[in-house]
């Protein structure tokens, strides 16, 4: 199987990198699989697939941290995210949002496609989350945005991943690490060092046991 990993920043792969004493590069090309840091944001992330996505890839594994709505997950678990929403697709209508759906332009939501039947990814705890340009600070858009998506993680690439690989047919699977809650912003709770640890370690453990 040929995998593709695909991450927004090296750091949040730094264990991963060591590991396999990968070179400074954003495309990395190995025995194993290729990996491919592709700058934050969706629009980044898209531009980088659009240049190394193809259809010679088995399987795309998307890896980063990530913010999250629920506190039954305690900081630094692991979560495979399933459901992605462009939470900011769309329009405003008053004091209602009409998503690209409703408008009839397309589609804010995808879904991962073929997961690979393995207990890497089994034994996660499967959930929905959103991509987004802005992360979420205030409570007032927090709360707006809960009763909207129910989100249970927030990134900033996610969606863009599996509008990419929808496009061409290939499976893709998003793991995140739980790196702080998304509330009013306030750092001195964040926990991401440990959320990369976690994310790494399993990543390793995946790669050199598949």
């Known amino acids: 199987m040929k995998i593709l990993i695909v991450a927004a920043t090296r750091a949040e792969l730094s264990g991963l990198c060591g590991y396999f004493t990968l070179p400074e590069e954003d495309f990395i090309q190995t025995a194993a699989f290729d990996l491919l840091i592709t700058g934050v944001g ?3 992330t898209a531009f980088a697939l659009g240049k190394y996505l193809s259809e010679s890839y088995n399987l795309v ?9 629920e506190w039954k997950y305690p ?3 692991l979560l495979n995210v399933t459901h992605d929403t462009f939470s900011e697709l769309g329009a405003e209508d008053r004091d209602e949002f009409l998503t690209i759906d409703a408008l009839g332009f397309g589609k804010s939501s995808y879904t991962a496609g073929n997961e690979p039947g393995t207990a890497h990814f089994s034994l996660l705890p499967r959930v929905s989350g959103i991509t987004v340009n802005k992360v979420h ?15 249970v993680t927030e990134s900033m690439e996610g969606a863009a991943v599996f509008y990419c690989c929808e496009q061409l047919g290939i499976p893709c699977v998003q793991v995140r690490a739980i790196s702080n809650y998304v509330e009013e912003r306030n750092r001195e709770l964040w926990k991401i060092g440990l959320a990369v640890k976690n994310l790494n370690e399993w990543a390793i453990e995946f790669l050199t046991n598949r």
């Not at 594994?61 to 709505?69: E, K, S």
């Not at 600070?137 to 989100?151: D, V």
């Open 61 to 69: 594994l998307n890896l980063g941290i990530a913010g999250c709505y």
């Open 137 to 151: 600070g205030n409570k007032s858009s927090i709360k707006a945005i809960e009763k909207r998506l129910h989100p």
């Open 42 to 44: 969706m629009t980044a």
């Open 75 to 77: 900081l630094g678990s």
